[in-house]
């Protein structure tokens, strides 16, 4: 079995930044020739255990992950309708950049590419699994996939101390680090290094770095916040009292609903509800109110939002309505067609492209062309001028709302067929105004 550590390169005559479309790339001389980077890690197909072969002792485990959109990873539709698109317009240079992440076991067992995934066996489908997590021996670089594989019997973990007759288990600290996310959670483009996903980078730059808060902390527990989970991780293992909870909740509480996940659904809400609070400040003055929006990201270990925020939206619904309910101001509403209103404020991140426009193509990043997002326990504030039509008492109602999706992009790639976004409100205020 061979093994190299290098770090992904970056295949010649792809220097030009950015722009590249299907006529810039060069020929593709053979299947692997225009990869922006490639997978230097090969093992034999068969190399990493199925799931299946991990569920009959790890049940709850099994059943928390296979929940998880780690499970999903490869096989979700919205993935697969971006990373199709990037295969598209690159003619096939993303293939390997994304399915390292998204097909970890796929992109080291040489079942990727082709990128349809046709050649893909069933442990590979499966996306980021047990045996992909628990023989990741090291990391060689904290952005695009850095973790380095060693697969085979010894499982790596938290502990180390418990006895399997099934494999070996090594303590590993790493597995307990953040690093071992970051590896994954931390995207940067190849050509131009623009920071796409920078969860890890923006972790460590904040407080709870500083603290020692880690992802485990926060998302392999059942509750958001650091909770505890007592119990058996095997049947067969010891009573602890925490155990480590697969479920890797984030905010995809839509995409979960769709998978028929209603419990991890329910999760997402949560989760997405213990991140920010909303604090209002009214001041009337010539019949105009100054209203004060401030928002507090009081639960996230990062900014909210993080990851592909070029593709999520967080928004301000901002409403005042007169003493007769009739409303008289209206901002960041969800019009007929499940659109968000364009002047709304927006908290995300878009990226340039080439030519200067703003895009959430990854792929076409050669810089960040907007990016509004709230650090961990940091605030953001807007004011809104708002005409108020007569004396009398009114109300403002405030909702920091948050999709998965836009609805553009799923109307983009699937047509009448795409279902409506759902939107979550993350959290809510309201306060009493009088003009007098
Ligand atoms: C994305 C990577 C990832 C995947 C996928 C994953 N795990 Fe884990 N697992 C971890 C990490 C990280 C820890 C240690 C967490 C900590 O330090 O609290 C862990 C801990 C464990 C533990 C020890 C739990 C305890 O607290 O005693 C077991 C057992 C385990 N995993 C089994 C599995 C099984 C079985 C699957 C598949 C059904 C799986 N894992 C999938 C990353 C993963
Ligand atoms: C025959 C039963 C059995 C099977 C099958 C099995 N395990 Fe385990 N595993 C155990 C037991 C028992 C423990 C010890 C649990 C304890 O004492 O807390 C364990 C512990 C672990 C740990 C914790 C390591 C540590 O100490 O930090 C990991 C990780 C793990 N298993 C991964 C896997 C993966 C991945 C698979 C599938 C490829 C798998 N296991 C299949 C029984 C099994
Ligand atoms: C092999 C790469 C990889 C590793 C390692 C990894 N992740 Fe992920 N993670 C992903 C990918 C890819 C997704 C997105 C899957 C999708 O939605 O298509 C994801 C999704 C998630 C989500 C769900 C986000 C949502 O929107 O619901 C959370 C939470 C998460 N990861 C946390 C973690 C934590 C915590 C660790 C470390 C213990 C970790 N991940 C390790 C690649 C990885
Ligand atoms: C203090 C707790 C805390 C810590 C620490 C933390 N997170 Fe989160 N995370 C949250 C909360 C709350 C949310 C929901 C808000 C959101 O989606 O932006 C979230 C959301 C996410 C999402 C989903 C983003 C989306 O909406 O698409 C991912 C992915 C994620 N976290 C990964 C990580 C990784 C990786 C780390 C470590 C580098 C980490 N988190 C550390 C609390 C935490
Ligand atoms: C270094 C690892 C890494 C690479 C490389 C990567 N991704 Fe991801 N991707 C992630 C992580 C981590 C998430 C989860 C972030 C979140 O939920 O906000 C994610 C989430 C996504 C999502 C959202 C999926 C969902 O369920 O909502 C899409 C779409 C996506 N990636 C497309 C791509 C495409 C296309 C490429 C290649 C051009 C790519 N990714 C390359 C790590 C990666």
């Known amino acids: 079995m061979k093994k190299s550590y290098k770090v992904l390169v970056a295949v010649a005559g792809l220097g030009l930044l950015g722009g590249y479309t299907a006529s810039s790339l060069p020929a593709a001389g053979g299947e692997l020739d225009n990869q922006l980077v490639v997978e230097t890690q090969q093992f034999p197909p068969g190399s990493f255990q199925s799931p299946g072969s991990c569920m009959g002792c790890h049940l709850e485990i099994h059943q928390e992950w296979s929940n998880s959109m780690h499970a999903y990873a490869w096989q979700n539709r ?14 096939g240079a993303t293939d390997l950049l994304c399915g390292a992440c998204h097909a970890p076991i796929a992109a080291r067992t040489g079942q990727l590419p082709p990128h349809d995934g046709s050649r893909f066996d069933d442990t590979a489908r499966q996306g980021i699994s047990c045996d992909f997590c628990h023989t990741i021996s090291g990391v060689e670089r904290l952005y695009n996939m850095g973790n380095i594989s060693d697969p085979g019997p010894v499982k790596r973990g938290n502990r180390g101390d418990g006895s399997s007759p099934f494999h070996e288990v090594e303590f590993s600290p790493l597995h307990t680090s953040t690093e071992f996310c970051g590896a994954c959670h931390n995207v940067r483009h190849p050509i131009g290094d623009v920071p796409i ?33 007592p119990g ?5 293992g010891q009573e602890r009292d925490n155990v480590a909870f697969h479920g890797f909740v984030g905010g995809s509480s839509f995409t979960q609903r769709k998978l028929g996940n209603e419990e991890q659904a329910r999760l997402a809400e949560e989760q997405l509800r213990a991140a920010a609070q909303l604090q209002l400040e009214g001041k009337v003055a010539d019949g105009k109110l100054a209203l004060t929006v401030h928002v507090d990201n009081v639960g996230a270990g990062h900014k909210i939002p993080t990851g592909v925020t070029y593709i ?99 109307d983009f790639h699937e047509g009448e067929k795409a279902p409506k976004v759902e939107s979550v409100e993350m959290a809510r205020a309201s ?6």
């Open 78 to 91: 919205w993935y697969q309708d971006d990373y199709r698109l990037a295969h598209a317009e690159t003619a």
């Open 197 to 229: 996903i920078d969860t890890y980078d923006d972790w460590k730059e904040g407080p709870y770095a500083e603290a020692g808060i880690t992802c485990q902390n926060c998302h392999m527990t059942p509750t958001p916040g650091i909770g505890k989970n």
């Open 232 to 236: 058996k991780s095997s049947f067969m």
């Open 312 to 410: 999520r939206k967080m928004w301000l619904e901002v409403k005042v309505l007169d003493a007769g309910g009739k409303t008289v101001f209206h901002s960041g509403y969800v019009d007929e067609a499940n659109h968000v209103d364009p002047e709304a404020v927006f908290y995300r991140l878009l990226f340039t492209d080439s030519e200067g426009n703003l895009t959430g193509k990854s792929w076409q990043a050669t810089g960040i062309g907007y990016d509004r997002r709230i650090p961990a326990k940091g605030r953001d504030s807007e004011t809104y001028a708002i005409t108020l039509p007569g004396k009398g008492d009114y109300e403002a109602q405030v909702r920091l709302m948050y999709r998965s999706f836009s609805q553009e992009s799923l």
């Open 431 to 436: 306060i009493a105004i009088a003009r007098k």
